[in-house]
Structure formats: structure tokens, C-alpha cells
T-cell receptor
Framework: SQTIHQWPATLVQPVGSPLSLECTVEGTSNPNLYWYRQAAGRGLQLLFYSVGIGQISSEVPQNLSASRPQDRQFILSSKKLLLSDSGFYLC??????????FGAGTRLSVL | EDQVTQSPEALRLQEGESSSLNCSYTVSGLRGLFWYRQDPGKGPEFLFTLYSAGEEKEKERLKATLTKKESFLHITAPKPEDSATYLCAVPTGTASKLTFGTGTRLQVTL
């Protein structure tokens, strides 16, 4: 069966520091991969998606970037965090059916 | 532009008090509608997929239905453990992206 791993679960970072969140998927090949951000009490905002290695599409302009160095690995990065980058970050994968399966999420607090 | 709207934003029920959550959508060429449950501090968990008007799916106290314009999540005799945020989503665009509603936050009290 397929599983998705996302870490860390919680992260507290100072303003201006770099960020790297990692997500890996097991049990499937060539998945579509997604990064979402969820602000408190709000819906899911799609940040990036990828349909293959090295293929990244950005949905909103921002201080973040994404990379997909391997088929089942998706990384969310920032060179310098802003206060506004705080939030709950979710990684997800989908098959060709479109249904997305989510990781446990990372709570990022930028202080 | 594809849109998904959920109502109400928040719903408070007493245990055993049945109700329905609404998800209305505007999308060209529906390719499915998904319901998720999200507990605080966790990722959304898949509940149901509906593909065509008239389709119904059930799981324990939950039943999802679909029409050409909206979907309902019916909760029968809810229990406190049903408290969560319920999200609906539809595939949009050409790359299997989902458009999510903002969710209904359900609280079931004793």
C-alpha cells in the first residue's frame, strides 16, 4: 500500500533563516506531488505541484520554492523565511484518478 | 473559473442531532467530487468519491450525495468523535489539481 511521509511535524524558525521541508511517497511510482499551505481556520492553498522529476509548477508568487530531485521526493524550501510564511504545510500525492492523499503536515512558526 | 463553496462555515450539533453539510461547485466537466475529514493539526483524510449525479456513498454515520450542482454530506445521529472539519474538493485544470472548499467545522457536543 502507498504511504506518504512528511517531516518534521513541528518547526520553529527565526525570520531570515532557511527552510527545507521534505516529503516522500512509498508504494507508487510517478505520482503527482503537491505542496499546500493552510492558514488557521482557512482552506487549503495550493503552492506547488509536480507531475514528474524536475517539473515544478508554482501556483502563487511567494518566498518559497519547490524541487523534485527524485520520483517520490518533494522538497519545499526558502532561502529567507518571513513572518508571513508561518502556517500548516501539507504534502500530498495523487494517481491518475485525481484523488489526493495527504501527509500528516508540518506546523511552521516563524518568529 | 472553477469554484467550490461550502456551507455552513461552522456547525454545532448535539449528540444524536442529524444534519447536512453542503458543497456547491461550479466546474466545467465534473471529473469527480471528493470529501475529506480533517482533524486539528492533521492532514485531511479521504472519505468519499462521487462521480455522477444521483450517486450516494455511505460510511458509518456519514452519507454523501451528489447532484449536478452540489453535494451533501449527511450526518445521522452524530457522536462527539465526528467533530472535525469536513472538506470537499473537485479536480480542476489539466494536471490533476484539486480545488478545495474552505470547509465546514463541525462540533458535536454531549
Amino acid at each position: 500500500s502507498q504511504t506518504i511521509h512528511q517531516w518534521p511535524a513541528t518547526l520553529v524558525q527565526p525570520v531570515g533563516s532557511p527552510l527545507s521541508l521534505e516529503c516522500t511517497v512509498e508504494g507508487t511510482s510517478n505520482p503527482n506531488l503537491y505542496w499546500y499551505r493552510q492558514a488557521a481556520g482557512r482552506g487549503l492553498q495550493l503552492l506547488f505541484y509536480s507531475v514528474g522529476i524536475g517539473q515544478i509548477s508554482s501556483e502563487v508568487p511567494q518566498n518559497l520554492s519547490a524541487s523534485r530531485p527524485q520520483d517520490r521526493q518533494f522538497i519545499l524550501s526558502s532561502k529567507k523565511l518571513l513572518l508571513s510564511d508561518s502556517g500548516f504545510y501539507l504534502c500530498a500525492w495523487s494517481s491518475t484518478l485525481g484523488l489526493e492523499y495527504f501527509g500528516a503536515g508540518t506546523r511552521l512558526s516563524v518568529l | 473559473e472553477d469554484q467550490v463553496t461550502q456551507s455552513p462555515e461552522a456547525l454545532r450539533l448535539q449528540e444524536g442531532e442529524s444534519s447536512s453539510l453542503n458543497c456547491s461547485y461550479t466546474v466545467s466537466g465534473l471529473r469527480g467530487l471528493f470529501w475529506y475529514r480533517q482533524d486539528p493539526g492533521k492532514g485531511p483524510e479521504f472519505l468519499f468519491t462521487l462521480y455522477s449525479a444521483g450517486e450516494e456513498k455511505e460510511k458509518e454515520r456519514l452519507k454523501a450525495t451528489l447532484t449536478k450542482k452540489e453535494s451533501f454530506l449527511h450526518i445521522t445521529a452524530p457522536k462527539p468523535e465526528d467533530s472535525a472539519t469536513y472538506l470537499c474538493a473537485v479536480p480542476t485544470g489539466t494536471a490533476s489539481k484539486l480545488t478545495f472548499g474552505t470547509g465546514t467545522r463541525l462540533q458535536v457536543t454531549l
